[in-house]
């Protein structure tokens, strides 16, 4: 099979900006990213690849005041997964949580070691989103909660609640591919007590959720905002992520009105999180 190479130049040094990105090219189907300086390059199987994804990704791009200038070109099938895998370190949170892929050595002076077989997906703890999540989670009682992931990716943050005490975690993504990768991490880890269902707002049980745990992006969580209202528990806690400072006001406006109030907000680099508690 014949793929595509697109590398894509940047004329800012803006990390979060090569993060999105890099999120635009998973969600496109790209199914490697490899990141120099101000060089990303994506790579996309030729039955993927089309003039309009190309067009999409400019765009989105330019809503965000960044001009990409992109050059493409036919290279061979290889395994991308392991291209990546090979610049991958792992990721050490406040001498509390390491998180680590297989084929990293182990680490015993951690209170929390998750091991994540990444396979490109996000949720590995390399992103700021993520790291703000979980560094909130160590400021939260887990114990006997039942919790709610929702785009889960990998399950780190599933897994990682669980070994926090939950009673029982429910995860939930509508990539097909990360369904599959949360639930071989779950085995990876050993872990008991974990549901993962393929799908999205629609497939949210019919239950009380204590605590539930969102790093998606923006235009979801807006979406979904009064599914989270409906399926909290009076008291129960919402940690949401995977947005940038400049959009704090607009959902802590939107998720107020669904009866939310902020009691916590983090930022690492351009990335914000937001924790609310439900009366």
């Known amino acids: ?38 060089q990303i390059s994506g790579f996309i199987s030729d039955e993927k690849y089309s003039d309009k994804i190309m067009q999409d990704i ?32 792992p990721v050490l949170i406040d001498d509390m949580c390491a998180i680590r892929a297989p084929f990293h050595p182990e680490f015993t002076d951690f209170k929390y ?15 700021q989103t993520t790291q703000l999540m979980i560094k909130q989670m160590f400021e939260v009682d887990f114990k006997q909660k039942n919790v709610l992931d929702m785009g889960c990716g990998t ?6 609640a669980r070994m926090m005490g939950s009673s029982e975690v429910t995860m939930i993504d509508i990539d097909e591919w990360a369904f599959n990768n949360a639930n071989e991490n779950i085995m990876l880890n050993n872990i008991n007590d974990i549901r993962v269902i393929h799908g999205g707002k629609e497939v949210i049980p019919l239950e009380n ?8 992006n923006k235009n979801i969580l807006k979406d979904q905002a009064d599914v989270y209202a409906g399926c909290l528990s009076s008291g129960g806690m919402l940690m949401i992520s995977g947005f940038l400072k400049t959009d704090t006001a607009e959902l ?12 916590i907000l983090r930022s690492l680099d351009q990335w914000t999180m937001m924790m609310f508690d439900r009366n």
């Open 1 to 38: 099979m014949l793929f595509k190479e697109v590398c894509f130049f940047f004329g800012s040094d803006a990390e979060y900006q090569k993060d999105i990105l890099i999120a635009y090219l998973d969600n496109m189907g790209f199914e490697g990213v490899n990141e120099e300086d101000k």
């Open 58 to 89: 400019t765009n989105a791009m330019k809503d965000m005041n960044v001009e990409l200038i992109w050059t493409v070109k036919d290279v061979p099938d290889q395994n991308w997964n392991a291209i990546w895998e090979r610049s991958l370190e």
């Open 155 to 160: 399950g780190v943050l599933g897994i990682l």
């Open 209 to 216: 959720f204590d605590i539930i745990l969102a790093n998606i």
């Open 113 to 127: 070691q998750i091991t994540i077989e990444p396979k490109m997906s996000f949720g590995t703890g390399h992103h």
């Open 252 to 263: 802590k406006k939107i998720f107020n009105s669904f009866g939310f109030n902020k009691n």
